[in-house]
């Protein structure tokens, strides 16, 4: 019967027809493995969601009790590490070192209002070969080469004005995305901007996590509550988006003919605990309950058809009140289709920032000695951590 039927069919129509049967099916098997989504209402479901745990150590890489001070983020250009510090009567914002012979060489970045001199940055967005600055303020964006960057120059080698929308907000963060910039921060219609290199808006795409506030929010304090604390990777070959913030994770595919962001799952585990929101000296703040507050996701990072993430899941009180500097006890791995694949327990809790270096051998981060109370660069072995995820998917 289904024969004698499909004989009447032109070739192109069946052609169309299968076209979209597998479409469906694809759909269907989707639905399918992300439904466990509709069951997260916390950090703990999101966590407990991962369904296997393996416990595992890092190494001490650079234990340097001298110049690693008060580090909160990493980033890598070509082989120069950055270590990213807190204020704290620093006058810079990075101390530099050699990631392969792991000596220090120096400060960089100077905090002032001077010439070549920056209040706040705010987006750091590394390659082999440059380095590029947010700064926040004076909203432009600021590259250096790897060698003025070695050479501990404060001076950009260019700089171009960031050129958004009149009626948006100020830009937090901004990541590099194929030849262009993908910013975040207080956007009128979109969650995220698309800018060229040069800091020119080309377009928005993408929608805010839910939030639950008696009042409307203006886009101000959207971006203050969903653009800072971000992070972004890409696949191999730039085609999926992964972004997070507090409160979710997004995946994106990105078809570079038609320019269009397809926002394919989404996860979100929580919502702002909002207090109060307002405006002082004109500029937005939203207070949020620190007892309905934790610490979530860390850095991204796209490794194979992976990602990976630093987790917390601790509260914020209870962080305040214990003082936890370290509050990252999990590795979290997904992959590309939002199906969770393990988790890792890690048996030094680190810092949120996590990075790969640029021949995919290591990840590394940032841990405070139980001990000592000196800070350490930590790293995980990749391939390691690959074998665990492939014997686990092969059970």
């Given at each position: 019967?289904?024969?004698?039927?499909?004989?009447?069919?032109?070739?192109?129509?069946?052609?169309?027809?299968?076209?979209?049967?597998?479409?469906?099916?694809?759909?269907?098997?989707?639905?399918?493995?992300?439904?466990?989504?509709?069951?997260?209402?916390?950090?703990?479901?999101?966590?407990?969601?991962?369904?296997?745990?393996?416990?595992?150590?890092?190494?001490?890489?650079?234990?340097?009790?001298?110049?690693?001070?008060?580090?909160?983020?990493?980033?890598?250009?070509?082989?120069?590490?950055?270590?990213?510090?807190?204020?704290?009567?620093?006058?810079?914002?990075?101390?530099?070192?050699?990631?392969?012979?792991?000596?220090?060489?120096?400060?960089?970045?100077?905090?002032?209002?001077g010439p070549h001199e920056y209040l706040r940055i705010g987006g750091v967005e590394n390659s082999m070969d440059s380095l590029m600055i947010l700064d926040y303020y004076k909203k432009r964006l600021c590259y250096f080469s790897q060698e003025s960057v070695r050479r501990?120059?404060?001076?950009?080698?260019?700089?171009?004005?960031?050129?958004?929308?009149?009626?948006?907000?100020?830009?937090?963060?901004?990541?590099?995305?194929?030849?262009?910039?993908?910013?975040?921060?207080?956007?009128?219609?979109?969650?995220?901007?698309?800018?060229?290199?040069?800091?020119?808006?080309?377009?928005?795409?993408?929608?805010?996590?839910?939030?639950?506030?008696k009042d409307t929010l203006s886009v101000d304090h959207m971006g203050s509550l969903f653009g800072i604390k971000c992070s972004f990777c890409s696949n191999m070959d730039n085609t999926q988006l992964a972004f997070t913030s507090e409160y979710s994770i997004n995946l994106?595919?990105?078809?570079?003919?038609?320019?269009?962001?397809?926002?394919?799952?989404?996860?979100?585990?929580?919502?702002?605990?909002?207090?109060?929101?307002g405006y002082k000296k004109g500029k937005p703040f939203v207070a949020k309950w620190i007892e309905e507050s934790y610490a979530t996701a860390g850095d991204l990072v796209s490794v194979g058809k992976y990602i990976i993430f630093p987790f917390s899941g601790l509260s914020?009180?209870?962080?305040?009140?214990?003082?936890?500097?370290?509050?990252?006890?999990?590795?979290?791995?997904?992959?590309?289709?939002?199906?969770?694949?393990?988790?890792?327990?890690?048996?030094?809790?680190?810092?949120?920032?996590?990075?790969?270096?640029?021949?995919?051998?290591?990840?590394?981060?940032?841990?405070?000695?139980?001990?000592?109370?000196?800070?350490?660069?930590?790293?995980?072995?990749?391939?390691?951590?690959?074998?665990?995820?492939?014997?686990?998917?092969?059970?």
């Amino acid at each position: 019967m289904i024969l004698v039927f499909l004989n009447f069919i032109h070739f192109s129509k069946l052609k169309t027809f299968y076209y979209f049967l597998i479409i469906y099916f694809f759909l269907v098997a989707c639905n399918s493995k992300n439904d466990w989504t509709s069951e997260i209402k916390s950090t703990e479901d999101f966590i407990n969601a991962f369904p296997k745990e393996y416990r595992i150590k890092p190494e001490i890489y650079i234990d340097d009790s001298i110049n690693l001070i008060t580090p909160v983020s990493i980033h890598l250009v070509g082989d120069i590490l950055l270590v990213n510090n807190a204020f704290l009567g620093n006058k810079y914002f990075f101390s530099v070192f050699d990631l392969k012979s792991k000596k220090y060489f120096g400060e960089f970045l100077k905090r002032g209002k001077g010439p070549h001199e920056y209040l706040r940055i705010g987006g750091v967005e590394n390659s082999m070969d440059s380095l590029m600055i947010l700064d926040y303020y004076k909203k432009r964006l600021c590259y250096f080469s790897q060698e003025s960057v070695r050479r501990l120059n404060n001076k950009p080698d260019i700089c171009y004005p960031i050129q958004s929308a009149k009626n948006d907000g100020n830009i937090m963060q901004m990541f590099k995305f194929r030849n262009m910039l993908i910013g975040t921060g207080a956007f009128v219609d979109g969650r995220f901007g698309l800018f060229s290199r040069k800091g020119v808006l080309f377009k928005k795409f993408g929608e805010y996590p839910y939030f639950n506030f008696k009042d409307t929010l203006s886009v101000d304090h959207m971006g203050s509550l969903f653009g800072i604390k971000c992070s972004f990777c890409s696949n191999m070959d730039n085609t999926q988006l992964a972004f997070t913030s507090e409160y979710s994770i997004n995946l994106y595919y990105y078809n570079y003919e038609s320019d269009i962001f397809s926002d394919y799952f989404c996860v979100q585990w929580g919502s702002p605990a909002i207090a109060d929101v307002g405006y002082k000296k004109g500029k937005p703040f939203v207070a949020k309950w620190i007892e309905e507050s934790y610490a979530t996701a860390g850095d991204l990072v796209s490794v194979g058809k992976y990602i990976i993430f630093p987790f917390s899941g601790l509260s914020k009180i209870d962080i305040a009140r214990y003082g936890i500097t370290d509050y990252y006890k999990y590795l979290l791995v997904m992959d590309w289709e939002g199906n969770p694949v393990v988790r890792f327990s890690l048996d030094k809790a680190i810092k949120g920032s996590l990075i790969k270096d640029n021949s995919e051998e290591y990840l590394y981060s940032i841990h405070t000695s139980n001990s000592s109370g000196f800070r350490q660069i930590m790293r995980f072995d990749i391939e390691n951590l690959l074998n665990i995820i492939e014997q686990n998917e092969n059970k």
